[in-house]
Nanobody, 120 residues
């Protein structure tokens, strides 16, 4: 079993910055892809950014050039640096990882979600 714990959300004015962090924990886990999805009120959850275990990154068009994803494999932690925030970035952000515990198969895991609110 893998647990994901997120931190760093909050309220910020448009043009400001926030940094989200998410740490994976569990017994003898191997973490592969990590990333962030977000869900705005009344909308479906969407991919924001993803990073592979080989540090290949992928971004939604709406955040390219403003958000930067990174990871610390030793800490099993993924970060999302969000700059030049816009009111339309307001959403609940969910941490994601694809991981395996011990000899078990790989599964997708989700954090509980963290609120990011950008005021105009």
């Amino acid at each position: 079993q893998v647990q994901l714990v997120e931190s760093g959300g909050g309220l910020v004015q448009a043009g400001g910055s926030l940094r989200l962090s998410c740490t994976a924990s569990g017994n003898r886990i191997s973490v592969f892809d990590m990333g962030w999805y977000r869900q705005a009120p009344g909308k479906q959850r969407e991919l924001t950014s993803l990073i592979t275990s080989g540090d290949i990154t992928n971004y939604a068009d709406s955040v390219k050039g403003r958000f930067t994803i990174s990871r610390d494999n030793a800490k099993k932690t993924v970060y999302l640096q969000m700059n030049s925030l816009k009111p339309e970035d307001t959403a609940v952000y969910y941490c994601y990882c694809n991981a395996a515990g011990g000899a078990f198969s790989r599964y997708d895991y989700w954090g509980q979600g963290i609120q990011v609110t950008v005021s105009s």
